[in-house]
């Protein structure tokens, strides 16, 4: 089944070491996304990708980057992870111009 | 961005309908109205979607009002599998390809 794949599910980083989340898909949507779910919130949109056209959103820190060498993969690299960026890091895809998107399950990101 | 406003939490009764509400008073002609939930510990799933017309399909129903200042999600059986958090969001194509969840409602489904 096509699918949005998110690996590690769990991650565990310390204090001030650099991360990457990665994300594959098999939709071949041209458009991906990475949000930030912290406890009991909503997903927050980080950042997308429109092909190879970043978009970043106004109040993303710096702090978060992101890479997408191809359609499939996608990354999210957090330079130096503080005590706050501990949250649930969700891929989601999408074909432009069409209304649904597709969402990985996510990676759970804990910071010691 | 326009924004929804939805009740924190609701419960149902297993097998009993399910009414949703949302209110999104700032809607622009060209939003469209999508519904997500989230599963625990899952990502969102989509739902349903419509611009003005009531929409149907194996999911739910989605109900808005002649003014789309608000819609109704509607699940005519609820069970215990649609224990999520229920998402309102509005989309403008015009726009980009952006979500931007609101607070949504937690469902309990009690059998």
């Known amino acids: 089944d096509a699918m949005v794949i998110q690996n590690p599910r769990y991650q565990v980083t310390q204090f001030g070491k650099p991360v990457t989340l990665s994300c594959s898909q098999t939709l071949n949507h041209n458009v991906m996304y990475w949000y930030q779910q912290k406890s009991s919130q909503a997903p927050k949109l980080l950042f997308h990708y429109y092909d190879k056209d970043f978009n970043n959103e106004a109040d993303t820190p710096d702090n978060f980057q992101s890479r997408r060498p191809n359609t499939s993969f996608c990354f999210l690299d957090i330079r130096s992870p503080g005590l706050g960026d501990a949250a649930m890091y969700l891929c989601?895809?999408?074909?432009?111009?069409?209304?649904?998107?597709?969402f990985g399950p996510g990676t759970r990101l804990t910071v010691l | 961005d326009a924004k929804t406003t939805q009740p924190n939490s609701m419960e149902s009764n297993e097998e009993e309908p399910v009414h949703l509400p949302c209110n999104h008073s700032?809607?622009?002609?060209?939003?469209?109205i999508h519904w997500y939930r989230q599963l625990p510990s899952q990502g969102p799933e989509y739902v349903i979607h419509?611009?003005?017309s009531n929409v149907n399909n194996r999911m739910a129903s989605l109900a808005i009002a002649e003014d789309r200042k608000s819609s109704t999600l509607i699940l005519h059986r609820a069970t215990l599998r649609d224990a999520a958090v229920y998402y309102c969001i509005l989309r403008d194509l015009n726009t980009g390809n952006q979500f931007y969840f609101g607070t949504g409602t937690s469902l309990t489904v009690i059998p």
């Open positions: 419509g611009l003005t």
């Open positions: 989601a895809t999408s074909l432009a111009g069409t209304d649904t998107q597709y």
């Open positions: 700032t809607i622009s002609g060209t939003d469209y």
